[in-house]
């Protein structure tokens, strides 16, 4: 390591320190109202939160005696003035520690030489946290020593804009105790002081112990740190609208960044530097690799399984190197391809000077450690940007993720990182292998031998990941997933435009009228506040509603007779293979687990081994029974145990009959022995029971299973039948935590079904292809980029306004959703804002639309769009495939064909399927419903279906520019005439089939309905 490096890790515990002062910064901000001494009214915070502080910290005096705060209450200036009038009772609780009255000289042996100054070693710690503001308003609590001025301009960095904004005397907006979220809607605010008070004090008393252990050690320090957020996310880091969109721990965690850095970067340089300098000396950090591919080109949950652990221990090992090892900064952003930290700026091969080169190469080493090089990582730096007074961490991650998504291609085939190839470590393993086949998941390696379960051939480290351990609640299995049709979905989804929220673009459309001449900035904590927002939509919304997909699973705990015949019971946490077993496996996996753990020598085994095998069941529409091997390679944990007695070994299949004898009160079952090798037993009812009937009681697990969530983008496994009601669940979410900002942020969802047969590694395939259709469909992947006052890019798809009452038609000119309309009501939903409960103020900050006038695009306020102009708007995007061996649509591509866009469906040449817009869930829901009421004939929809599309291509299939408006009502008038005449057709199915036909939806609706059993939401 370099000797600049070593120094970073040398002065680890000084880093840490630092930072955490930095982050306790604001902690005298938002309590409950507290009181004037005067009585008369009181003061709602941030008001004089550096003396609110201090007083929680046990601070007793500031600046030199300047400022006292005396045991009766009171907070005196030097010349008996009041500092701040402030009732101190009213403060909810104030540590007992008086560690923060000590000075710096106190820490001395962790303290870098450079840092040994008289003016620092004199400050006090609680000095140089609550001294971190050199406006007037401060009086002689402003920063001025250069510890304090360093601290102060990372404070800048992140809010001064915010605060001129918010202390603009003529323009300024009432204060509000409240917190709105970036996108105009009240959210909640929770108090939790005896948390916070606890924390406070356990951090004093280490500081009091010079304990840094207790504090800054591997694991304490990030449940610190993730403690304090609990306690700090519902607070707002400023009450006054629109500035009270980020929460204090936004704004506490990327100041404490930014100074973590600059402490770093005064190690590195040998030099303290001035407060003026530290902009131009941070960089963004980017680890970046193929994560979306390398998770999904799995053949079976088994390897993915094995896969999410790596994936979490690479990105564990690679955050604990960049925070704590060699603490240089702290992750500011993550996605599933990449992570990215704020540290000091330095390039990787500097000819003067340190370098990271070693830190990149101890990166690769965790990635080629892990992977065997299958997954290596683009590792580059950026310098950060500023605009006016803020870091602008975003427009770098952005540039940096788009250059990456842009090559991705390319990286994952040939290992090619900006003109630097690295060698992966798998291919050492060809050696003396030239002739082995290839391995049938990873297509790296060689194939080691076949795999005894699933009888595909795989490479070592394949086979590795497949044995695996993880949490049982980690563990995913498509039986618990599927429907009683034994099929299941995918359901895909991404937040689009969200990459313009994050570099700045999108958040100046929510700030731009005249009345209040105020600007919002886009501040490193208001794109963390953004991207956790977002990060947090699914998660919460999927974790609410998981309670209504469960099932639970049988876990039977069986007695093993040793072979002197004494009973012991065995709890044995191994994962299982849940896969059917030919008997002859079953004894010799047993076996030979039964000799490695003791439980049997060799010479006696022979006798034993066919009375010892285990079970386990899962309880669903249809639960089975069935035999699995469960070794150390196995999928899931669960308990495991043998069965036996103490007579003549018993044939398998006469075990488990005697054995579920005991259970014949609370389940009835029925055998199946296929060919007389695999023994099947159905459950055929589940009576009421106790759960303390069954030996080893029942696991509750979820029907829902996650694939990833990062950042807006998801893939969730969910039941067939449930697909729809969850993607409709996630799309009214998304209306009532949105709408103040649609058309400038959209929801898009995919679903993907299959049979429990289909290759899962297609079905995760398919969902990346939608992705990609997903950003055609937002006008993403177009030619056209709409200037933005202001130097910024609009995306999005050309469109008419039309303003109808309070009504809003929105016709798009071009895109996907050419000739289409969707329609926006103008309530006091959206043009109101709420401020606090019972409480409102007119929204002039979020509700604005995108004008496009002489090829420049402004935003405009909702209530101010001339009729009939030009917009730039975004809808969202909902589409569904259905995917099995007899009738595949494998072109899940949108394709440009005759100015549209397309895609291609293998039954019907003309029937182009294609997205639709989000709102149509529900349409097509409710139809389902109607359907499935009215009970009509299978076969009469089947013929319906078989002959409408005949007539359709008859009719059109030399027409290249089908359909147009014309040719819709034609399609309408065959349906109606096939309804009229068709027998089987209930008329109550009429008015549905013939609304679905005009725009050739009906066909889909049918898919659904016939194929899928979509509407059967049992």
């Avoid at 896969?579 to 020598?601: A, P, Q, S, T």
Wanted: hydrophobic letters at 35%; one cysteine or more; glycine letters at 6%.
């Amino acid at each position: 390591m370099t000797d600049s490096l070593k120094e970073i890790g040398k002065y680890r515990d000084f880093i840490l320190f630092m930072e955490l002062l930095a982050l306790l910064h604001d902690v005298g901000k938002y309590y409950e109202e507290v009181k004037k001494k005067s009585g008369k009214r009181s003061l709602r915070p941030p008001a004089y939160h550096n003396t609110i502080g201090a007083f929680i910290l046990g601070i007793e005096r500031l600046k030199n005696k300047d400022v006292v705060i005396e045991k009766n209450n009171k907070i005196l200036m030097s010349n008996g003035e009041n500092y701040a009038p402030i009732d101190l009772s009213s403060i909810p609780f104030r540590i007992s520690s008086r560690i923060f009255n000590e000075s710096f000289n106190f820490f001395e042996e962790i303290i870098p030489d450079i840092w040994k100054t008289e003016e620092f070693l004199n400050e006090t710690i609680g000095e140089f946290l609550i001294c971190h503001h050199e406006h007037y308003g401060y009086k002689s609590l402003r920063a001025k020593t250069t510890p304090q001025k360093l601290l102060s301009k990372a404070d800048s960095l992140d809010s001064a804009e915010d605060r001129e904004g918010a202390l603009d005397r003529k323009n300024r907006l009432k204060r509000g105790d409240f917190l709105n979220t970036p996108f105009g809607i009240l959210d909640k605010i929770e108090y939790r002081f005896k948390d916070e008070e606890n924390i406070l004090n356990r951090i004093a008393s280490a500081l009091e112990e010079k304990n840094f252990n207790k504090i800054f050690s591997k694991g304490n320090y990030v449940t610190l740190k993730n403690e304090i957020q609990k306690v700090w996310y519902a607070r707002p880091a400023d009450t006054r609208p629109p500035f009270n969109d980020t929460t204090l721990w936004n704004h506490a965690y990327m100041v404490s960044s930014i100074f973590k850095s600059t402490v770093a970067i005064t190690l590195l340089k040998r030099e303290i530097i001035g407060p003026g300098k530290i902009a131009s000396n941070l960089g963004i950090l980017s680890v970046q690799s193929p994560n979306r591919h390398f998770l999904t080109m799995v053949n079976r949950l088994p390897d993915y399984n094995g896969r999410w652990e790596v994936f979490k221990e690479i990105r564990r090992q690679v955050r604990h190197l960049i925070e704590f090892e060699v603490p240089l900064g702290n992750l500011v952003y993550e996605d599933i391809n990449g992570q990215y930290f704020l540290i000091p700026y330095l390039e990787f091969r500097g000819a003067k000077g340190p370098d990271y080169s070693e830190i990149r190469d101890r990166i690769v080493e965790i990635y080629q450690e892990k992977t065997d090089g299958l997954l290596l990582p683009r590792i580059k730096i950026e310098k950060c940007e500023i605009k006016g007074k803020i870091l602008q961490i975003g427009k770098t991650i952005i540039k940096l993720k788009k250059e990456y998504e842009s090559n991705i291609d390319g990286m994952i085939g040939w290992y090619y990182f900006d003109e630097d190839f690295r060698k992966p470590k798998w291919i050492e393993e060809w050696k003396g292998m030239e002739e082995r086949e290839i391995c049938q998941v990873c297509f790296k390696m060689p194939a080691e031998k076949q795999h005894f379960i699933y009888h595909d051939r795989i490479c070592k480290w394949c086979q590795q990941r497949r044995e695996s351990p993880a949490k049982e609640e980690e563990a995913k299995f498509l039986d618990e997933v599927m429907d009683k049709d034994q099929r299941f979905a995918l359901l895909v989804g991404q937040i689009g435009l969200l990459d313009q929220w994050l570099k700045g673009d999108y958040i100046c459309t929510t700030f731009v009228n005249k009345e209040t001449g105020l600007t919002k900035s886009p501040s490193p904590s208001r794109m963390m506040r953004i991207y956790q927002e977002i990060d947090r939509f699914d998660k919460n919304i999927i974790s609410s509603i998981k309670k209504n997909f469960q099932l639970k699973r049988l876990k039977f705990r069986i007695d093993y007779c040793d072979p002197t015949g004494r009973k012991t019971k065995k709890d044995l946490a191994y994962k299982i293979y849940r896969h059917r077993l030919e008997k002859k496996w079953l004894k010799e996996v047993v076996k030979e687990y039964l000799i490695e753990k003791g439980c049997l020598n060799s010479d006696i085994l022979n006798n034993t081994a066919g009375k010892i095998f285990s079970a386990i069941t899962y309880n669903g529409k249809s639960p089975h029974l069935d035999l699995f091997i469960r070794n150390t390679t196995a999928e899931t944990i669960t308990d495991y145990a043998s069965i036996s007695d103490d007579k003549a070994a018993w044939p398998a299949t006469e075990a488990v009959k005697r054995y579920l004898e005991k259970f014949k009160d609370t389940i009835n079952f029925e055998f199946k022995t296929d060919i007389g090798e695999i023994l099947r037993l159905k459950i055929t009812d589940l009576k009421q029971f106790n759960e303390e009937g069954f030996v080893n009681g029942i696991k509750t697990v979820s029907k829902i299973k996650s694939i990833y969530s990062f950042s807006g983008e998801f893939m969730y496994l969910v039941p067939a039948n449930e697909a729809l009601n969850i993607a409709n669940k996630l799309r009214d979410d998304f209306n009532r935590r949105y709408y103040k900002v649609q058309g400038r942020l959209c929801l898009n969802l995919g679903i993907i079904y299959a049979d429990h047969k289909y290759p899962l590694y297609m079905v995760l395939d398919a969902g990346k292809r939608m992705l990609k259709e997903f950003q055609v469909a937002n006008g993403l992947e177009t030619e056209k980029k709409f200037a933005m006052t202001g130097n910024t890019e609009a995306y999005g798809i050309p469109a008419l306004y039309k303003k109808e009452n309070s009504r809003i038609l929105v016709d798009f000119k071009e895109g996907v959703f050419k000739g289409e309309v969707q329609l926006i009501n103008i309530d006091s939903r959206v043009v109101k804002l709420k401020v606090g409960k019972g409480r409102e103020i007119d929204d002039k900050f979020y509700p604005y639309f995108l004008q496009k006038i002489n090829g420049q695009v402004k935003p405009v306020y909702i209530g101010k769009i001339p009729f009939g102009c030009e917009i730039i708007f975004s809808p969202g995007v909902f589409d569904f495939e259905y995917l099995n061996s007899s009738r595949v649509r494998m072109n899940l591509t949108l394709k440009k064909q005759y100015g549209q866009w397309r895609k291609r469906d293998s039954l019907f040449p003309l029937i182009h399927t294609r997205p639709y817009q989000i709102w149509k869930i529900e349409n097509i829901i409710n139809a389902g419903r109607q359907l499935r009421d009215a009970r009509p004939s299978t076969t009469a929809l089947e013929n319906f279906r078989e002959l409408l599309a005949r007539e359709i291509y008859d009719w059109f299939k030399n027409k290249e520019d089908f359909p147009q408006s014309e040719d819709k009502e034609l399609v309408k008038s065959l349906a109606q005439v096939l309804i009229t005449t068709m027998e089987g057709l209930k008329k109550e199915v009429s008015a549905t089939l013939l609304n679905f036909s005009k725009n050739l939806e009906i066909f889909d609706l049918l898919e659904l309905a016939l194929f899928l059993n979509a509407f059967d939401f049992s």
